[in-house]
């Protein structure tokens, strides 16, 4: 994961959608994570996509207001954030591993640099 794109600053409720690139591997057989990091707190999940794209995971904080999504052509993954609340606000990472979507971030091996998302109230 070469790339990341798309954060920046944006009011409560608004929307912002994060691009990944990946480079230097079979994309499609790695499925992708988005992670997030706040001050203080250790790095959660937030979602992931299988290599095919066929299956998406989300943890329970953000079902309903995120949607991840891949464009195999472009190498590229999405994570578009709608209806974004200050909780949201933290360094967003995307991460690959190969095969299936993992939970924790132990279980990745290519990291993105990050890119700061923040949402005010």
Known sequence: VQLQAGGGLVQTGG???????????????????????????????VAGIRGSGMSTTYADSVKGRFTISRDSAKNTVYLQMNSLKPEDTAVYFC?????????????YDIWGRGTLV???S
């Open 15 to 45: 929307s912002l959608r994060l691009s990944c690139v990946g480079s230097g591997f079979t994309f499609e057989d790695y499925a992708i994570g988005w992670f997030r990091q706040a001050p203080g707190k250790e790095r959660e999940f």
């Open 95 to 107: 991460a690959a591993r190969s095969m299936s979507v993992g939970l924790g971030p132990f279980e």
């Open 118 to 120: 923040t949402v005010s």
